[in-house]
């Protein structure tokens, strides 16, 4: 409670901070809820919004039902769910046209409003929305969300949620419904529905993409209006007539001097530009809306990886994202940056957000702070065509919503063969994995693809390996040169697969470490386990430090940032706790002399 007696709206903030708008209205917090065991709830019009079919509980949105935020606790299977809600719009969005927003529902989402269906979409980890003006009255309005999870599916995108009741070895606890937040925004009949912006440090200039909604009822000329600034200091201005619903211009920003070294972005100097774009009928602003970039470049020269045209070590650590109390949801904002600014106090400049797409915020927070991110998909498990459909349309729609984030250096598709497992010798498995790293240039030719993290790769712009072993002596003479390390096979995998062979890509250790060490009353496992602090810090530096000696590593990922339940082989316990003192593994994770 409040000092006015009310309950805080749970995870208040804007939930979209790489496209804002200043007008907008959050309906996190307390829904009327109800399992639905038997699936009924449709043929019984439950999405009419009558208060008898939510008689029985409440939820607290946008946490899961499985999660103790949530406010009910059940982790046991509940396949079919329903949210049911009410509220009133400002009097001052009449005449505005009404959307929708749900940052994300697992897995497959209906939305009524006053009992008219408004959106259906399919997908556990990616945001849609509904425009619902047309369903609305004057007054109070419901809506009314059916979530269907398909938790025995081992062919549905998923990552760590496990699809036996509990939870075990690398698996955990599921997350079904809304779990991200859910918000309404008033807008014109044409709007900017998105931008995609594209910087090019070698030019000094950046690319900006426009989708308009609503183009065909332009009432009249319509033009866009682009100011970018670098703190709060106007760089470049720019007007256009708006000629299509979609439409690409450049803009050539006339402040990089010294080569641009001073703002450019990097995990040591996270320099980020503003842009406020207006779009304006005749001489009224009719949308506008707040986004920012950072003037960075990713690219592979002559085999090594560089930053902003300068080779850079990447070190990784792997970041699951799950948090004791919400589960996939991170309890606030403040948690989501507490992670990012923990990961670079132990010496980290980036994360591997591992078999999740993580909450925007938490990548705005990477953007702020300086923390580079690889963003890798929630796999499935299993290979069918059925998987194919469903993962491709996700992977389309992550990239769509996360392509502007300076943060973000590499996409990642598939990790360690879920979703195709027989990928070594099933020519189809090989052309998926193949389609999504072409799918993904396509989309997207600024940023490196690695084909499937870990092992068994074909086309990839980064050798990428998972290797748990423990021994100093053997990693050092397993990275000892190219060759030794693509001819090994951790875990019994062979790096490369399909006639595929090494072409002098970077390569990297995108996962080793794993050592177990209990601080909690957790219960679990590691791949290595140490009796005591000091017996800890000293496999740390046994498995690290060959990361740096090796002459061919280009960078690494440590295993992990946080135990996640029974998984105890994080550098923090999971409630975020240093198992050793932080500037410990900072010195080793930075290969600092002792």
Same mark, same amino acid.
């Given at each position: 409670?409040?000092? +006015? ?27 009327? $809820? ?28 946008? #946490? ?20 049911? @809600? ?10 505005? @046209? ?31 929305? =509904?425009?619902?003006? =047309? ?16 938790? !025995?599916?081992?062919? %549905? ?7 036996? &009741?509990? *939870?075990?070895?690398? #698996? ?20 900017? +529905? ?35 600034? #670098? ?21 050539? %920003? ?22 406020? $774009? ?9 949308? &506008? ?25 990447? @070190? ?23 992670? =990012?600014?923990?990961?670079? &106090? ?43 459909? @469903? ?14 984030? /300076? ?72 990275? +000892?040169?190219?060759? *030794?390390?693509?001819? +090994?096979?951790? =875990?019994? !995998? ?11 890509? /970077? ?9 177990? $060490?209990?601080?909690? &009353? ?13 017996? #800890? ?12 000696? *090796? ?44």
């Amino acid at each position: 409670m409040n000092e +006015a007696g009310h309950t805080p709206v749970p995870r208040p903030e804007y939930p979209r901070p790489q496209f804002v708008r200043k007008a907008w209205q959050s309906l996190n917090g307390e829904w009327d $809820f109800s399992f639905d065991d038997e699936r009924t709830g449709e043929a019984e019009r439950w999405f009419t919004g009558e208060t008898g079919a939510f008689s029985d509980r409440t939820i607290q949105v946008p #946490f899961a039902f499985q999660s103790r935020l949530s406010g009910i606790a059940d982790p046991s299977f509940h396949d079919v769910v329903w949210y049911r @809600r009410t509220f009133e719009l400002p009097a001052d969005w009449n005449g505005k @046209r009404i959307v929708l927003h749900f940052g994300a529902v697992d897995y497959l989402a209906k939305v009524w409003i006053n009992g008219q269906l408004a959106a259906v979409h399919e997908g556990g980890h990616t945001p849609f929305q =509904a425009e619902i003006t =047309a369903s609305l009255v004057h007054g109070s309005n419901t809506v009314v969300v059916r979530a269907e999870d398909f938790s !025995r599916d081992v062919t %549905l995108p998923r990552g760590k949620q496990y699809w036996l &009741e509990k *939870s075990a070895s690398i #698996f955990y606890t599921r997350t079904t419904g809304i779990w991200q937040s859910v918000w309404l925004e008033p807008l014109s009949d044409v709007y900017l +529905a998105k931008t995609l912006i594209t910087p090019d440090i070698d030019r000094n200039e950046v690319g900006i993409q426009t989708f308009l909604n609503g183009y065909e009822h332009t009432p009249g000329q319509l033009k866009l209006r682009v100011r970018i600034s #670098f703190d709060k200091e106007g760089i470049a201005e720019d007007e256009y007539a708006v000629g299509g619903a979609e439409q690409q211009r450049t803009i050539g %920003l006339g402040d990089f001097t010294d080569h641009g070294l001073g703002r450019l972005w990097s995990p040591e100097h996270p320099n980020l530009y503003d842009v406020q $774009f207006q779009l304006v009928c005749g001489e009224t602003v009719i949308d &506008e809306a707040a986004a920012y970039f950072g003037m960075r470049k990713i690219s592979v020269e002559n085999g090594k990886l560089c930053l902003n045209n300068r080779p850079y070590y990447q @070190r990784l650590v792997l970041d699951q994202g799950y948090f004791p109390d919400g589960i996939l949801t991170a309890p606030s904002d403040g948690d989501l940056r507490r992670d =990012a600014e923990l990961a670079k &106090e132990m010496g980290f400049n980036g994360v591997r957000k591992h078999q999740k797409t993580e909450d925007p915020r938490f990548l705005y927070w990477c953007d702020k702070l300086g923390l580079l991110v690889w963003s890798e998909a929630a796999n499935a498990y299993e290979f069918s065509e059925r998987y194919i459909r @469903r993962f491709t349309r996700e992977w389309l729609e992550i990239m769509e919503r996360d392509y502007n984030h /300076p943060c973000i250096v590499a996409w990642v598709p598939i990790n360690e063969s879920w979703g195709i497992p027989n990928v070594q010798i099933d020519v189809r498995q090989q052309q998926h994995g193949l389609a999504m790293y072409h799918l993904t240039k396509s989309l997207d030719g600024t940023r490196p693809v690695v084909y499937n993290d870990g092992w068994e790769h074909m086309t990839t712009d980064l050798v990428t390996i998972h290797d748990y072993e423990s021994r100093r002596e053997v990693l050092e003479q397993r990275y +000892a040169s190219a060759e *030794s390390a693509v001819n +090994a096979m951790p =875990a019994n !995998r062979r790096i490369f697969v399909g006639g595929a062979s090494y072409q002098g890509q /970077p390569l990297l250790v995108s996962e080793f470490g794993g050592i177990a $060490f209990k601080k909690s &009353e957790w219960e679990g496992w590691g791949y290595s386990g140490a009796e005591s602090g000091e017996d #800890f810090v000293s496999r740390l530096r046994a498995v690290v430090g060959p990361m740096f000696t *090796s002459p061919v590593i280009q960078g690494y990922c440590y295993t992990q940032l946080t135990d996640v339940e029974q998984e105890i082989n994080g550098l923090l316990t999971y409630d975020r706790k240093p198992k050793v003192p932080l500037t410990v593994i900072r010195s080793i994770m930075m290969n600092e002399p002792v």
